[in-house]
């Protein structure tokens, strides 16, 4: 089992910054936050009118040769909702007629998974320790900008 995580103090002391090394900061700090919310609010006003348009070009779009529908707004302006084509293979129908054909078992393989949950059980049961199960996992980090509220 991996380690608890440790969380920090909810309201750290914030540190010093040197704003010689970092004159733009604040300005930085608030242009993010800026931007983050203008892009926010730019999506959902964005797939609003794509919603909108998309009505427009089901009701009165021109098909091409694609299947593609276009709406021609002016002799300078269209917009397309382009259709886009690919396959979905069905592994409950070629079961089914794999199965019927008598072909299945030539086309299928095992695949040796941990579980990790019998890994769990393991531990609970006293057969393998803890700190041997801590060895199986490693700490991944990412990261994220947030703008504080």
Same mark, same amino acid.
């Given at each position: 089992?991996?380690?608890?995580?440790?969380?920090?103090?909810?309201?750290?002391?914030?540190?010093?910054?040197?704003?010689?090394?970092?004159?733009?900061?604040?300005?930085?700090?608030?242009?993010?936050?800026?931007? &983050?919310?203008? +892009?926010? $609010?730019? =999506?959902?006003?964005?797939?609003? %009118?794509?919603?909108? #348009?998309?009505?427009?070009? /089901?009701?009165?779009?021109?098909?091409?040769?694609?299947?593609?529908?276009?709406?021609?707004?002016?002799?300078?302006?269209?917009?397309?909702?382009?259709?886009?084509?690919?396959?979905?293979?069905?592994?409950?129908?070629?079961?089914?007629?794999?199965?019927?054909?008598?072909?299945? &078992?030539?086309? +299928?393989? $095992?695949? =040796?998974?941990?579980?990790?949950? %019998?890994?769990?059980? #393991?531990?609970?049961?006293? /057969?393998?320790?803890?700190?041997?199960?801590?060895?199986?996992?490693?700490?991944?980090?990412?990261?994220?900008?947030?703008?504080?509220?």
């Amino acid at each position: 089992m991996p380690p608890r995580p440790t969380f920090p103090d909810p309201e750290p002391e914030p540190e010093e910054l040197d704003f010689d090394v970092y004159p733009d900061l604040a300005a930085d700090v608030a242009e993010f936050r800026n931007l &983050d919310l203008r +892009i926010k $609010t730019m =999506t959902k006003r964005r797939d609003e %009118a794509k919603g909108r #348009l998309r009505a427009a070009l /089901e009701a009165n779009g021109q098909p091409d040769d694609k299947g593609s529908l276009w709406l021609y707004v002016s002799d300078e302006d269209s917009i397309k909702l382009e259709k886009r084509h690919s396959q979905a293979f069905d592994a409950e129908m070629a079961t089914e007629v794999l199965q019927r054909l008598g072909l299945y &078992d030539k086309c +299928i393989r $095992t695949i =040796t998974v941990l579980d990790e949950d %019998a890994i769990a059980g #393991l531990v609970f049961d006293g /057969e393998i320790p803890d700190e041997t199960v801590r060895s199986f996992y490693s700490d991944v980090i990412t990261w994220a900008f947030k703008g504080a509220p």
